[in-house]
């Protein structure tokens, strides 16, 4: 894992305080952590916490000028050893299905050849809904590796499925994917 660079995608889930925890264990690790949020997920966890955990700025308008002449979701897209979503919201999930790229995230998505990971969170009706279950299946069509969700309580209140599975079997799913040292 040390050297290799983690596109970290957080999305609007209220699960996206958990990005934290995961971007300390892969620095800790020593991946190079480059964190993308989408503009519903700054409303549940300020940026300049990822970024002084990453100890890189976190990009989250896809016009923001980089100080460099490549188009700044083409440079994430193109360095990343791996594009993982954590959180993914049923949204965001469906924009990649289907090939919609509203944000620097979804952007980044289309732009990539990298491995893509995602780990959903959300309410588990959301979850159940067949357009989300036939959207998941288009990812694992196309090849990218897709964390279960946890049982448990939910945000919401309802009990049940949706819940962002521990960041430490996430971290481990992510180690495998990228070769441990």
Same mark, same amino acid.
């Given at each position: 894992?040390?050297?290799?660079?983690?596109?970290?995608?957080?999305?609007?889930?209220?699960?996206?305080?958990?990005?934290?925890?995961?971007?300390?264990?892969?620095?800790?690790?020593?991946?190079?952590?480059?964190? @993308?949020?989408?503009?519903?997920?700054?409303?549940?966890?300020?940026?300049?916490?990822?970024?002084?955990?990453?100890?890189?700025? @976190?990009?989250?308008?896809?016009?923001?000028? %980089?100080?460099?002449?490549?188009?700044?979701?083409?440079?994430?897209?193109?360095?990343?050893?791996?594009?993982?979503?954590?959180?993914?919201?049923? %949204?965001?999930?469906?924009?990649?299905?289907?090939?919609?790229?509203?944000?620097?995230?979804?952007?980044?998505?289309?732009?990539?050849?990298?491995?893509?990971?995602?780990?959903?969170?959300?309410?588990?009706?959301?979850?159940?809904?067949?357009?989300?279950?036939?959207?998941?299946?288009?990812?694992?069509?196309?090849?990218?590796?897709?964390?279960?969700?946890?049982?448990?309580?939910?945000?919401?209140?309802?009990?049940?499925?949706?819940?962002?599975?521990?960041?430490?079997?996430?971290?481990?799913?992510?180690?495998?994917?990228?070769?441990?040292?």
């Amino acid at each position: 894992m040390k050297g290799q660079r983690v596109v970290l995608g957080v999305t609007g889930s209220i699960a996206a305080y958990r990005a934290a925890d995961l971007t300390s264990l892969l620095v800790a690790a020593g991946v190079d952590v480059r964190v @993308v949020m989408t503009e519903a997920a700054t409303k549940i966890v300020a940026p300049i916490t990822l970024q002084t955990l990453s100890r890189h700025p @976190v990009a989250v308008d896809l016009w923001e000028e %980089n100080g460099n002449w490549e188009p700044g979701h083409i440079e994430l897209a193109d360095s990343a050893d791996l594009l993982a979503v954590v959180p993914a919201t049923a %949204n965001t999930i469906a924009l990649f299905a289907h090939g919609m790229a509203p944000n620097l995230l979804t952007n980044i998505y289309l732009a990539t050849r990298a491995k893509v990971f995602i780990a959903p969170a959300m309410n588990g009706k959301m979850l159940a809904h067949p357009a989300t279950q036939a959207n998941l299946r288009i990812l694992e069509n196309r090849g990218h590796l897709l964390h279960e969700t946890a049982e448990g309580m939910l945000a919401c209140g309802y009990e049940g499925k949706g819940k962002l599975a521990p960041v430490e079997s996430i971290f481990e799913r992510m180690k495998s994917l990228l070769g441990s040292d």
